[in-house]
């Protein structure tokens, strides 16, 4: 699950290296959310509709 490398190069105590990991996860997911995916979303035309509304 963890890579070894990252597990053995955080420091602390085991509940100390998973509370590090989690804010490093969640740090990640939130510049995803906050600034990659809406510039990502900006080069895809994912936002054009493409399903006609029925006469």
Same mark, same amino acid.
């Not at 509940?15 to 990659?36: H, Q, T």
């Given at each position: 699950?963890?890579?070894?490398? &990252? ?8 509940? &100390?290296?998973?509370?590090? &990991? ?8 939130m510049?995803? %959310?906050e600034?990659? %995916? ?5 080069l &895809?035309?994912?936002?054009?509709p493409?399903? +006609? +509304?029925?006469?």
């Amino acid at each position: 699950m963890i890579s070894t490398w &990252l597990w053995s190069r955080t420091p602390g105590a085991t509940w &100390l290296k998973i509370l590090l &990991l989690i804010v490093v996860i969640a740090a990640i997911v939130m510049v995803l %959310f906050e600034w990659v %995916f809406p510039w990502v979303s900006t080069l &895809l035309p994912i936002q054009d509709p493409t399903i +006609e +509304e029925a006469p």
